[in-house]
């Protein structure tokens, strides 16, 4: 579902450069619209079908129950959790970022407290973690809520004045899945890469999955410290530079993001080769799983380039694909590092060439690699002028920009005033002018 919603990033970013505040309400409408139909059937699938799903692979029957039951009480907090996702977008992509961080933060909080409480104080033990999780989701999601409505100025402009019809809610559906499908795409290939390597890292033993394990969380930690929010960043600031016409600005942002996440994690990659030894004791003081990290440090630090730069979900290239509306894009990379060459080359090399543990992780890094080189010369050869006129139609689009007329009624005519306006786009650029004043 997360996937899914990054469609949310390119929508809004360029409604809201292009100020077409209407349509920024209309696609937020849309967004909680597609996540609250489908977290009923991802509810359902997940507190029916995880037990039997888990006991057809083989896994333990208990373990299993535990795992049906865990899930079943997350279910019910599923749709809060969605629609203050699309709530943080809302606010995010219109510049309003510290409420949902703090939001956020305070949610966090309320989950160890409610813990505590739930599997203690109240005695429920194992299903009381669950419970807890799904309680302060809702409290997440009201907070968001309560944000909003209490504080009407800050979002004035973009609030919905209306429901946006169901004729026209169809037709964004339809829209909003274009991106939404390659979205949703993109970050399942990268979330059951990282698990299936895992899986077969389980089979060197419980050392060599100890260590792999060590070092994933090692790299993730250095990408989640800044990488991560500088994609997210270049998505709002290149889909809003494009969408209000200036190229230029969405060029130099994309440049920025690369030079702050290559050089973030070159550092990382600096620390990881010099302190490679030394490692493992932050999470163990086991000497064999010591000397196992260290023995795939030195690989994990040419890792952490590839990471940082490659266009998967959360890497820069991804953040300013993103804001471009090329999800797709995303996808195809991703399938291409993660699929086509890292998983294939690490498996050959760690069990076929006899590498073990370091040839699944030369895979891994050689197939993100080859994405980030790719990506990079893409992006080099970028129209940043055909963009922002792609990012302009985006913008244009869901509805009018006044906002007058009646939501259903109005559609038809909305929309040749849109495909109208984005051909005069078009055609002052193919002529030469300019339309600074189109937005």
């Avoid at 309680?135 to 999601?141: E, H, L, T, V």
Wanted: aromatic share 10%; with cysteine; glycine share 10%.
């Amino acid at each position: 579902m997360l996937g899914l919603l990054t469609a949310l990033d390119t929508l809004l970013a360029a409604a809201f450069g292009a100020g077409n505040f209407e349509a920024y309400g209309a696609w937020t409408q849309t967004a909680s619209a597609v996540v609250s139909a489908l977290s009923i059937p991802v509810s359902v699938f997940l507190g029916v079908a995880t037990t039997p799903l888990l006991l057809a692979i083989g896994q333990d029957a208990t373990l299993s129950k535990l795992a049906g039951r865990y899930c079943a009480h997350l279910t019910w907090g599923l749709l809060p959790y969605y629609l203050f996702i699309v709530a943080m977008k809302f606010m995010q992509t219109q510049r309003v970022l510290a409420p949902p961080v703090w939001i956020a933060v305070i949610a966090n909080v309320v989950n160890v407290g409610l813990n505590y409480a739930l599997i203690y104080a109240a005695d429920l033990g194992f299903d009381g973690a669950p419970i807890a999780t799904s309680a302060s989701r809702w409290f997440q999601f009201i907070a968001g809520m309560t944000y909003l409505l209490s504080r009407p100025a800050s979002t004035a402009k973009t609030r919905p004045r209306s429901f946006i019809g169901w004729r026209r809610l169809r037709r964004s559906v339809v829209a909003f899945a274009s991106l939404a499908g390659p979205g949703l795409a993109m970050l399942m290939i990268e979330a059951w890469t990282f698990e299936i390597t895992t899986i077969m890292a389980g089979y060197l033993g419980t050392v060599a999955l100890d260590a792999h394990l060590t070092m994933l969380q090692l790299a993730t930690f250095s990408f989640l410290s800044l990488p991560f929010a500088v994609a997210a960043a270049a998505t709002i600031r290149i889909g809003a530079a494009l969408g209000g016409g200036d190229a230029a600005a969405a060029k130099d942002a994309a440049a920025i993001t690369f030079a702050v996440s290559l050089g973030f994690m070159a550092i990382c990659g600096v620390i990881f080769a010099a302190c490679a030894d030394y490692l493992g004791y932050l999470f163990t003081d086991d000497e064999e799983v010591v000397r196992a990290v260290a023995e795939i440090a030195y690989i994990a630090a040419l890792f952490q380039l590839a990471d940082g730069g490659q266009a998967r979900q959360r890497g820069a290239a991804g953040g300013v694909f993103r804001g471009m509306g090329k999800q797709l894009t995303v996808m195809k990379r991703n399938l291409l590092g993660f699929w086509v060459l890292g998983l294939p080359a690490g498996g050959l090399l760690c069990f076929v060439a006899g590498m073990r543990l370091p040839g699944l992780w030369w895979g891994l890094t050689v197939g993100l690699s080859v994405t980030t080189a790719i990506s990079v010369a893409h992006l080099s050869m970028i129209d940043w002028e055909l963009e922002r006129d792609l990012a302009i139609e985006r913008g244009l689009k869901n509805g009018s920009r006044d906002g007058d007329g009646d939501a259903d009624g109005g559609d038809d005519a909305d929309d040749d005033n849109v495909v109208a306006e984005a051909a005069c786009v078009r055609g002052e650029r193919e002529n030469g002018g300019k339309y600074d004043n189109v937005v």
